[in-house]
């Protein structure tokens, strides 16, 4: 599988502007269920970090994890198109892209598109000494270094990416690198059932964001809900879950913002901080399709499929009319499918 492609896009598998704030994130599920059971081989190679320090140089082209969220200048909308060049393997034709601009994105681009011809790698440290504070860099000296074979030189650079802005999306894809084991990339998807409110909703993602930080800036549950959703789904994990955390303490009998709050919590580096908000909430609301669901949800973002499987059922029958019953159906349909095709890991 390619590497995936991050650039203008808030939800995966979600077009930038429409989507950037779908907070009810039907497609980021979908997405979800369409990665459910595969394998650790989610870029240009194999995402496991062997046993051994140093290994063998691999072949082809280390994957490239450019992230423009809203941006939607003439720049990022070409480096974006140059992304997708890249993840199709037309090296050269994004190449040719990436060397127009001088950006930190478009060198490291341009850096990797030349992998072949040798200094890529020694290329990726001149960018992390010229821009020391960030992730983006330290994320893709890892890359580099991974692709030729200094496996524990990697480990430490995505460590420093993740330590480095760990409010960032680079973080996010850093800790996807360091935790292997756990078989699906990013976060996990957060369900509302929300809407945007209609004057916000035909608003361009940029100006959509304004509107709902300007809301959230209220004692307004719903809209900090909105907010923390947007910001989740833009791979800014701590600022949505401070969003998240007021609006359940905002409104502390409603299950869907507590359960948001909860899987806010959520990190690779420590999942059992959602788990211990989560696993309580089955007791406080033990009919809410929503705390099942997304319990579902985050153990099969761990690893946990036959676990995930028992708590989506749940949630179908707790509340089989509900979004959260289709949701269910289709990650449970996913998981028969790949367990029929030997996909259980």
Do not use: C
């Amino acid at each position: 599988m390619s590497a995936r492609p991050r650039a203008l896009e808030a939800v995966p598998g979600a077009s930038a502007r429409a989507r950037v704030v779908a907070v009810v994130a039907v497609a980021a599920l979908a997405a979800a269920a369409a990665v459910v059971g595969v394998t650790l081989l989610q870029t240009r190679g194999e995402r496991t970090v062997p046993a051994g320090a140093v290994s063998e140089p691999r072949a082809g082209y280390p994957p490239l994890e450019l992230d423009f969220g809203i941006r939607a200048d003439p720049e990022a909308r070409s480096l974006a198109r140059a992304q997708q060049l890249y993840d199709r393997g037309k090296v050269s034709a994004a190449g040719a892209v990436f060397r127009r601009y001088r950006s930190l994105e478009a060198q490291i681009g341009a850096a990797f598109a030349a992998w072949r011809q040798g200094g890529g790698l020694d290329a990726l440290r001149r960018l992390v000494a010229a821009h020391p504070r960030s992730a983006l860099a330290e994320l893709h000296l890892g890359w580099a270094l991974y692709w030729s074979g200094r496996n524990a030189d990697a480990v430490s650079a995505w460590t420093r990416a993740a330590r480095l802005q760990p409010d960032s999306p680079y973080a996010v894809y850093a800790e996807d690198a360091l935790h292997p084991t756990m078989p699906i990339p990013g976060l996990p998807p957060i369900v509302t059932g929300l809407s945007l409110p209609r004057a916000v909703a035909s608003l361009p993602a940029a100006e959509q964001l304004r509107a709902l930080r300007r809301a959230a800036a209220r004692p307004d549950a719903r809209a900090k809900l909105r907010y923390g959703l947007a910001l989740w789904n833009l791979r800014r994990p701590l600022s949505a879950e401070r969003q998240l955390a007021a609006a359940a303490r905002l409104a502390p009998d409603d299950p869907v913002a507590r359960t948001a709050a909860a899987v806010g919590a959520f990190s690779k580096a420590q999942p059992a901080r959602a788990f211990g908000l989560l696993g309580p909430l089955t007791g406080v609301f033990p009919k809410a399709a929503v705390v099942r669901f997304h319990l579902g949800l985050v153990l099969l973002w761990t690893g946990e499929r036959e676990k995930a499987a028992r708590q989506l059922r749940l949630a179908v029958a707790d509340g089989p009319r509900s979004i959260y019953a289709r949701q269910a159906r289709v990650l449970l349909a996913s998981l028969a499918k790949s367990r029929t095709n030997g996909g259980s890991r």
